[in-house]
């Protein structure tokens, strides 16, 4: 059986969004046993209090159980998400008399399957994030009319989550959650102009993601993407690109269409062939490849007028 400890061992991310999301996640080691846990746990306490109060006590023999442990007893880690500290969370709202003070709302562990009652009164409500909950539709957007940015993390519905029409929202993002659990599609989100779907498991671009006319970032970091669609088409506002940290071996003629891009994020790939048509995104200011295996730089990237 598989035992895991309290102990947070590093913190993944504070990421910020456009609507000041600040939310983070941190690692928690998973022990073989629970033997090894509490030995682990108590032996960091021990290493803590010594630091703390700068005794002579000697702090080898704790560090030597916890590295012994560390290289033996964990099978892996578990990720746990936290919402950002500046929101208000459920509990908090329940008791504000004056709702059209909140702009911003973390549901945290909410066991519910719908959006409860209570936002739809927040009037100016202008972030929410989900987090660790099972919300099945975001139903009745239109009733928020000043929400501009929705975060799911850990969100995991019976089915994939449904999305009801919003012309006020702009950024979506999610983390931590089953791709087969996200929106089928995002064009009822008619202004977004920022999808952040980073560490979702993706194995490929989302379902319908150029159909958001509006589109200007696409950040798809740290997924399972092997490759960039051959029919990749024009997405005439997109200006960002992110697909670091992916398995993508090639660039493919088709990125040429991305006529209006700004920044090309590559890094962490195994790219080995770069199509000379990237010679087409005259506009394209910002191009990382580091950490792929190209032997040499791409011909095209020499006639990139604005690459900085």
């Given amino acids: 059986m598989r035992i895991s400890s309290t102990i947070t061992l590093l913190i993944l991310a504070c ?13 928690t080691p998973i022990f073989s046993n629970k033997h ?14 010594i630091v703390a109060k700068q005794s002579s006590q000697s702090a080898d023999s704790a560090l030597e159980v916890m590295r012994v442990i560390r290289e033996q007893s964990i099978t892996g880690y578990r990720k746990v998400y936290h ?14 008399k004056d709702y059209s003070k909140v702009n911003e709302v973390s549901l945290v562990n909410y066991p519910g ?5 209570e936002l739809y009164q927040c009037k100016n409500l202008a972030s929410l994030e989900l987090v660790n909950t099972k919300i099945q539709r975001l139903k009745k957007l239109k009733k928020l009319p000043q929400l501009t940015s929705v975060y799911i993390l850990n969100n995991k519905p019976l089915r ?3 999305l009801s029409k919003s012309k006020s929202v702009k950024t979506f993002g999610a983390r931590g959650t089953n791709p087969e659990l996200l929106p089928a599609s995002f064009n009822k989100l008619v202004a977004l102009e920022k999808l952040d779907l980073s560490s979702t498991d993706l194995s490929a671009f989302p379902v319908g993601w150029n159909k958001n006319k509006r589109l200007k970032e696409l950040l798809l970091t740290n997924n399972k993407i092997s490759a960039l669609p051959d029919d990749l088409t024009q997405v005439p506002a997109l200006e960002k690109l992110e697909l670091q940290r992916n398995n993508i071996q090639a660039i493919p003629a088709s990125v040429q269409n991305l006529l209006n891009l700004k920044k090309l994020s590559l890094n962490y790939n195994s790219i080995e062939k770069v199509d000379p048509a ?9 191009l990382s490849f580091y950490n792929n295996i ?10 990139l007028p604005r690459l900085q």
């Fill in 294 to 303: 190209l032997t040499s730089i791409p011909a095209g990237v020499y006639e």
């Fill in 113 to 117: 399957k719908k959006i409860p009652l």
């Fill in 278 to 286: 990237i010679a087409k995104l005259s506009k394209l200011e910002e």
């Fill in 36 to 49: 090894d846990s509490v030995q682990y746990v108590e032996a960091q306490n021990l290493f803590q209090k």
């Fill in 160 to 162: 994939s989550l449904k």
């Fill in 83 to 96: 919402a950002s500290v500046n929101f208000i969370s459920y509990d908090s709202l329940l008791k504000i």
């Fill in 15 to 27: 990421l910020p969004g456009i609507a000041q999301h600040k939310f983070w996640i941190t690692e």
